[in-house]
C-alpha cells in the first residue's frame, strides 16, 4: 500500500517534469510568446495561454485517469505535484533570464515572453502566481477526470468548441459582417477575439448540449436507429444532394479571402489523391512526388504563359491534358529504373529524382527554356469563353472540378481490379506476383496515374499564381503532402480531404504560424506515428489492418519483457 | 511465362541503355574537358584536396547512418539534423563567445575540444532522445513506420533550432591558427582542410578499432547480426540500440564542427543536404558496413569536386559548379539502382528486417 503510494507520487513527479520541460520548449522556441498577442477570449486569454496550460492538463488529466476505482482521492494530489512540478522549470527560466541576458543566445527569450510567464508580475510575485496557478490548473484537470463520463466529456467539448471559435474569430467575424451587417459584430467580437460573456455563452450552450446528447444516446435503445433499406437510400441521397448544393454555393458563403484558401487546399487534395494512390494503394513511399507537379506546372507555363519563354498559345484548357500527359510520361520514365526497388530505398531514389529536378530547373543549363530562378511569368488565368477566372470564387469551380474528377477516378479504381491489386501489392510483393499479379504494369500504373493527378495539380497551380519559381518545388511541398495522407489515414479518400483541410487550411488561417508549421508537421507526424497509425479518418482496411497488427504484436512484447 | 520473360528482358534492355548513355555521357565530357584543358594542374590539385575534406566530412556522417542501418535496418533521416545540433549549439553558447573574447585565438587547442565536446554532447543528447520517444516504440511496427517518424524528426529538429537559435546564417569564427596555406611535399594545403582530414581519419580509425575489438563493440555487432539471439546471449538490446545511436551521433557531432572549421558558417538548415550526401556515401561504400561508409564517403567527396570541373564542362554546360549537387544526387540514384550493394557491402536482403 504505502510503496504504491510512493511509486505513484514519483509518477506524478515525473509526468510533471516532462510536461515542464515541453513547456519550457514551447516558451523558449517562441511559440508561447508569439501567441500571446493573440487573443482567443478579449483581455481574458490567449492562444499563448493554450501552449502554456495544454500539456500539464492533459498530463494531469490522463494521470488521473490512470488511477485504480477507489483510489480516486488520491487524483487531486497528483495533478497538484504535475501543476506544481511543471511551473518549476519555468520558473527557473525566468530567474535566469532576468539575471542573464539570454537573449544573445537563445532569440526567443524575450522580455514579452518573461512577462507572459510571470503575468506582468515580476519575478517573484509572478514565479508564485506560476506556480499557483499551475497547481490549480493540475488539481482541476486531474479532479476533471472524477466526474461522470458524460459531464466530463461535456466539458472537453464545451472547451474546445469555445476555443476554436474563439480561435478563428477574425475569419467568422468577417463572415457575419458581410452577412448581417457591422452592428452585430460588437456585442460578438472585439478586436479579433470572442468577448467574455459570448465565450461563456458558447461554453455553457456546448457543454449542456453534449451532456443531454450523452444522456440520451445512453438511454436510448437501438431500436429506433433502424431504418428500412429504402429510408437508407433515400437518406443517402439526401446527404448526398445536401453535400453537392454546399460545394457549389460554397465561394458565395466564403468569400474571396476563404475561397482563395478553399483553392489552395484543393491544389492540395489533388496533389493528396495522386499520392494517396501510389503510397496508400500501391504501398510505394514516394517523396519526390513534387517532381511531377512541378512538370505539369512548367508545362502549363510555357505551353500557355505570354511572355517570352512562350512556346505556343495554347488556351488553358487545351494545354491542360498535354500537361497531365507531361506528367504521366514523366511518372513512367521515373517508373522503370525504380521498379526493381522497395520500402526504403524507394524513398530515398524518388527523393533523389525530387531534387535532381528542382536543381536542374534553378541552374543555368535549363535557363533558356524555363527561366531559371526567375522563373516563368505572364501566365494567364483560365477562361471560360470571354470570361477570364480571374477571381479566386470563380477559379474555385476549376479546382473543385479538379478534385471531383480525381476523387471519382481514384473512388472507382480502389474497388476495381487494378486497385485489388495494388493493395496486394502493397502488401507482399512476392505473394502478389506468385499470384500471377504483373509487378512491372502495376507498379507503373500507380506511378502514372499519381504523377497525372499531381501534374493537373500542378498545372492549375501555376495558372491560378500566374507565374512559377523554382523554390515553390522543394522537398517540403512533397512532405506536406505525405503529411496530409497520414494525418487523414493512408489509403483513404475522405482522409485526404481532412488531412488537407486540417494541414493546409488551419495554416493559412493562422498566419503567424507559418515560422512554426514545419515544426507542427514534424511533431504531428512523429505523433500520429505513436499514437494514430490510421489516420483521422482511416479507409477500413487500413484500420483492421494495423489493429490486427497490434493484436499480433502486443503477446509478443509481453513475451519479450 | 514468356510473357513475364519479355517484361523483364525489357525493363532490363532499358535499364542497360541507361547505363549506356551515363558512361558514354560521363567519358565524353571527360574527354572533351581534357582536350579543352579549362584549368591549370594546381586547380584540379586544390580541387582533390578539398574533395577529400569534404569527402571525410560525409565519411564521418555516414558512419552514423551506416550504424544505425546496421542494428535497426532503418535509415534515420533525422541524422543530419543530430549533426546540426550540436554544432550550431556550440557555436551559439561557445564558438562565437570565446572567439569575441579572443579565448579561442590564445588557447585553441582548449577552445576547440570545448567545442567538440558541447557538440557532442548535444548531438548525443537530441540522438538519445529520438530515438527513446520516436523510434523505440515502433521497433516491431512496418518498415515505413519508422522511416515517417525519422522525416518527421528531421523537420521537427530543425525548426526547434530555429525556434530556438533563430533563422539567420551565424559565422563561425576564423581561428588564427588555422588561417592560411601550409606546405605539404611542394603542395599548398589550406591548413583547416589539414585538420579536417586528420582528425577524420583518426576518428574512423578509432571507431573501428572500437567496434571490432572492444566488448560493446561486439554487442553491438551481436545485434547487427539478430536481435533476439543477442538478447538471448544476455546481451541488452535496448541498450545496445542506445549505444549505437549515441556513437554514431557522437561522430555527427565532431563532423559538425570539422564542417564549421571549414564552411565558417552554421544555420538551422546545415545537416539537411549533408545529412542526405552522407546517406549516399553510406550506400555508395555499402550500407551497414563501417570502411564501406569511409570508403563512400571519399568517393563521393571526390566526385563532387572533380566531377563538374571533368564531366560538365567538356560537355559545354554553363555555370557547372550549380549542378554539384545534382553529381551526388545522381550517383546515390545510380547507386540504388544498379549496385544496392554498394563498394565494399554484402547486400543487406530487403527480407532480413
Redo the contacts between chains.
Keep these: 500500500m504505502e510503496t504504491k503510494m510512493s511509486l505513484q507520487l514519483k509518477d506524478a513527479i515525473q509526468q510533471g517534469l516532462i510536461s515542464g520541460l515541453v513547456v519550457l ?1 514551447l516558451s ?4 508561447v510568446a508569439l501567441f500571446g498577442e493573440r487573443d482567443l477570449i478579449a483581455g481574458v486569454f490567449t492562444l499563448g495561454q493554450v501552449f502554456l496550460y495544454a500539456v500539464p492538463a492533459a498530463m494531469a488529466f490522463s494521470l488521473a485517469g490512470k488511477l485504480k476505482a477507489g483510489k480516486q482521492s488520491q487524483a487531486l494530489l497528483f495533478g497538484l505535484v504535475v501543476g506544481v512540478v511543471t511551473a518549476l522549470p519555468l520558473i527557473l527560466l525566468v530567474i535566469l533570464a532576468t539575471s542573464v541576458d539570454i537573449r544573445q ?4 527569450v524575450s522580455p514579452a515572453l518573461i512577462d507572459h510567464l510571470t503575468y506582468n508580475q515580476g519575478v517573484v510575485v509572478g514565479s508564485l502566481m506560476l506556480i499557483v496557478v499551475m497547481g490549480l490548473l493540475g488539481v482541476v484537470a486531474a479532479g476533471l477526470q472524477l466526474l461522470p463520463n458524460h459531464i466530463k466529456r461535456g466539458i472537453l467539448s464545451g472547451l474546445i468548441w469555445t476555443l476554436g471559435i474563439g480561435l478563428f474569430s477574425e475569419i467568422l467575424s468577417s463572415r457575419i459582417r458581410d452577412f448581417f451587417g457591422a452592428a452585430v459584430i460588437q456585442y460578438i467580437f472585439k478586436s479579433k477575439a470572442l468577448v467574455a460573456w459570448v465565450a461563456g455563452l458558447i461554453f455553457i450552450l456546448v457543454t449542456s448540449l453534449t451532456i443531454w446528447q450523452q444522456q440520451r444516446k445512453s438511454h436510448k435503445t437501438e431500436t429506433a436507429r433502424i431504418l428500412t433499406t429504402e429510408q437508407q437510400k433515400k437518406l443517402q441521397w439526401a446527404k448526398f444532394g445536401g453535400g453537392a448544393v454546399l460545394l457549389l454555393v460554397l465561394p458565395l458563403l466564403l468569400g474571396t479571402y476563404l475561397s482563395e484558401v478553399m483553392n489552395n487546399v484543393g491544389i492540395y487534395i489533388l496533389m493528396g489523391m495522386g499520392l494517396n494512390i501510389v503510397v496508400g494503394f500501391a ?1 510505394l ?1 514516394d ?1 519526390g512526388y513534387v517532381a511531377f507537379f512541378a512538370i505539369g506546372a512548367y508545362t502549363m507555363a510555357i505551353l500557355t504563359t505570354q511572355g517570352q519563354l512562350g512556346i505556343s498559345n495554347l488556351t488553358f484548357w487545351t494545354a491542360l491534358p498535354i500537361c497531365v500527359l507531361a506528367a504521366v510520361s514523366a511518372g513512367v520514365m521515373l517508373g ?10 524507394l ?3 524518388t ?3 525530387g ?2 529536378i528542382r ?2 530547373a ?4 535549363l ?1 533558356p527554356y524555363i527561366g531559371g530562378a526567375q522563373g516563368v511569368l505572364q501566365i494567364p488565368k483560365p477562361s471560360i469563353g470571354s470570361l477570364s477566372l480571374i477571381k479566386p470564387e470563380q477559379l474555385y469551380y476549376v479546382i473543385l472540378g479538379g478534385v471531383l474528377l480525381a476523387t471519382f477516378v481514384s473512388w472507382r479504381l480502389r474497388d476495381s481490379r487494378l486497385g485489388r491489386q495494388w493493395m496486394a501489392m502493397r502488401e507482399d510483393e512476392d505473394v502478389a506476383e506468385a499470384m500471377g499479379i ?1 509487378l ?2 502495376t507498379k507503373l500504373l500507380a506511378f502514372a496515374i499519381g504523377a497525372g493527378f499531381s501534374g493537373l495539380s500542378g498545372a492549375i497551380f501555376a495558372s491560378k499564381l500566374t507565374s512559377i519559381f523554382p523554390h515553390s518545388f522543394d522537398l517540403l511541398k512533397s ?1 506536406y503532402v ?1 503529411c496530409l495522407i ?1 494525418v487523414g489515414g493512408i489509403g483513404s479518400l475522405p482522409g485526404v480531404v481532412v488531412g488537407a483541410l486540417v494541414l493546409i487550411g488551419l495554416p493559412e488561417l493562422l498566419r503567424e504560424f507559418a ?5 507542427m ?6 505523433v500520429m ?2 499514437a494514430k ?1 490510421e489516420g483521422f479518418w482511416p479507409s477500413a482496411v487500413m484500420r483492421r489492418e494495423l489493429h490486427a ?1 497490434q493484436d499480433e ?1 502486443s503477446p ?2 509481453a513475451g ?1 519483457d | 511465362m514468356l510473357k513475364r520473360f519479355q517484361d523483364i528482358s525489357l525493363i532490363d534492355v532499358i535499364l542497360f541503355l541507361i547505363r549506356v548513355a551515363i558512361i558514354v555521357l560521363v567519358v565524353w565530357g571527360t574527354v572533351a574537358t581534357i582536350i579543352k584543358n579549362p584549368y591549370d594542374a594546381s586547380t584540379w590539385i586544390d580541387t582533390i584536396i578539398s574533395g577529400i575534406a569534404q569527402g571525410s566530412l560525409y565519411a564521418l556522417i555516414a558512419i552514423g547512418y551506416t550504424l544505425v542501418y546496421g542494428v535497426l535496418f532503418m535509415i534515420n533521416f533525422a541524422h543530419g539534423e543530430f549533426f546540426m545540433s550540436g554544432i550550431l549549439t556550440a557555436a551559439v553558447f561557445l564558438a562565437v563567445p570565446m572567439s569575441e573574447s579572443g579565448f579561442l585565438d590564445a588557447h585553441p587547442i582548449i577552445g576547440l575540444l570545448l567545442i567538440a565536446a558541447v557538440a557532442i554532447i548535444v548531438s548525443v543528447a537530441i540522438a538519445l532522445l529520438t530515438e527513446r520517444v520516436a523510434y523505440r516504440p515502433l521497433r516491431k511496427a512496418p518498415r515505413l513506420v519508422p522511416l515517417i517518424t525519422a522525416i518527421g524528426a528531421s523537420f521537427f529538429w530543425q525548426y526547434f533550432f530555429r525556434g530556438l537559435y533563430g533563422s539567420e546564417v551565424k559565422p563561425f569564427p576564423q581561428i588564427a591558427v588555422l588561417a592560411g596555406k601550409t606546405t605539404i611535399a611542394g603542395v599548398d594545403i589550406l591548413k583547416n582542410q589539414i585538420v579536417v582530414i586528420i582528425a577524420a581519419i583518426l576518428m574512423l580509425v578509432g571507431l573501428y578499432i572500437f567496434v571490432m575489438k572492444t566488448t560493446t563493440g561486439k554487442s553491438i555487432r551481436a545485434v547487427a547480426e539478430d536481435k533476439d539471439v543477442a538478447a538471448l546471449m544476455g546481451i541488452d538490446v535496448d541498450k545496445t540500440v542506445s549505444i549505437t545511436f549515441a556513437m554514431g551521433s557522437a561522430m555527427a557531432g565532431i563532423a559538425g564542427v570539422l564542417y564549421a572549421l571549414v564552411f565558417r558558417q552554421v544555420h538551422f538548415f546545415m545537416g539537411f543536404i549533408p545529412g542526405l550526401k552522407a546517406f549516399t556515401a553510406a550506400v555508395l561504400g555499402g550500407i551497414g558496413s563501417i570502411p564501406g561508409a569511409a570508403i563512400g564517403g571519399f568517393f563521393l567527396g571526390m566526385f563532387e569536386s572533380v566531377g563538374p570541373g571533368l564531366f560538365f564542362e567538356g560537355l559545354g554546360v554553363p555555370a557547372p559548379h550549380q549542378l554539384k549537387d545534382v553529381i551526388a544526387f545522381t550517383m546515390l540514384v545510380l547507386v540504388l539502382i544498379f549496385r544496392p550493394q554498394g563498394i565494399v557491402g554484402e547486400r543487406l536482403a530487403e527480407k532480413k528486417a
Design positions: 520548449a523558449v522556441i517562441g511559440l543566445y537563445l532569440v526567443n504501398g513511399l517523396l522503370i529504373p525504380v521498379l526493381r526497388m522497395r520500402g526504403d530505398y524513398a530515398i531514389v527523393l533523389g529524382f531534387e535532381i536543381i536542374l534553378l541552374s543555368d543549363l535557363k504483373n512491372v504494369n512532405i505525405l497520414i515560422e512554426y508549421r514545419m515544426l508537421y514534424g511533431a504531428l507526424l512523429i506515428m505513436l497509425p497488427h504484436a509478443e512484447t519479450s
